[in-house]
């Protein structure tokens, strides 16, 4: 079994800085895609960022050049730092992780439980 647990989120000020964190345990061999969504109310889950385990990453237009995602493979963890943040981007921000099971060599996919980023004005 795998378990996915998002940390960091919280309420910041709009222009203020959060790091949200997501640790992976369980029946990993390795760890490939990784990514976070958000969930804002109201709106569709959407794709903000990605990161590929060589490190490649890709954004989403709404948070290119303010956040910021890395990756620990030696911790299954991923990483959001999010700088000049805006009201916009109060969401529920989920991690996605695409696990290569330790027992069976299976791909399978896992997300965490979403963790609240509110950002006042």
């Known amino acids: 079994q795998v378990t996915v647990v998002e940390s960091g989120g919280g309420l910041v000020q709009a222009g203020g800085s959060l790091r949200v964190s997501c640790e992976a345990s369980?029946?990993?061999?390795?760890?490939?895609?990784m990514a976070w969504y958000r969930r804002a109310p109201g709106k569709q889950r959407e794709l903000i960022a990605s990161?590929?385990?060589?490190?490649?990453?890709n954004y989403a237009d709404s948070v290119k050049g303010r956040f910021t995602i890395s990756r620990d493979n030696a911790k299954n963890t991923v990483y959001l730092q999010m700088n000049s943040l805006k009201p916009e981007d109060t969401a529920v921000y989920y991690c996605?992780?695409?696990?290569?099971?330790?027992?069976?060599?299976?791909?399978?996919?896992?997300w965490g439980q979403g963790t609240q980023v509110t950002v006042s004005s």
């Open positions: 996605n992780a695409n696990v290569i099971l330790t027992t069976t060599r299976l791909n399978v996919n896992y």
């Open positions: 369980g029946n990993i061999f390795s760890i490939g895609f």
């Open positions: 990161v590929t385990s060589g490190g490649s990453t």
